[in-house]
């Protein structure tokens, strides 16, 4: 389980956000996860980069969004970083309220959950936000 912590920073580009992914993957891989597990983790890294991009830096190919992925003792850690303005979790309307069924947005975040164990978002001190994903192994 010698798997190193790696950080990878792509620009806020939409075609950068399969790179993100594919190193997450292989690290996942590296570290023995299954198949079905590898189909959580790329779904999942894949909504919170585009995120980051699209959401958090707006497109705005100045800023970077960062992802570290660690090998912790409950499993994989991935975070993700962007430089925007940040937002509130609880702020984003439920995609499972029936008000709220037919709307585009807001569904990320449910996605999220179902397909890694643990998802926290928080305010960076330096501005923008951070999501934390753990993947049990």
Known sequence: ??????TITISSK??????A??????????????????????MAVREAVANAVK??????ESKNVEMTLGNGPE???????DHGRGFHVEDVPDPTNPENLMKENGRGILFMQNF??????HNHPEGGMLVRMVKLL
């Open 1 to 6: 389980m010698g798997v190193n912590k790696e």
């Open 14 to 19: 939409i075609e950068m956000i399969d790179e």
């Open 21 to 42: 992914v594919t190193r997450a993957v292989e690290y996942a891989k590296a570290l023995g996860f299954a198949e079905d597990a590898i189909f959580g983790i790329d």
């Open 55 to 60: 959401h958090g830096n707006k497109l705005d």
């Open 75 to 81: 499993g994989m850690e991935i975070t993700v970083r």
């Open 116 to 121: 890694v164990n643990t998802v926290e978002w």
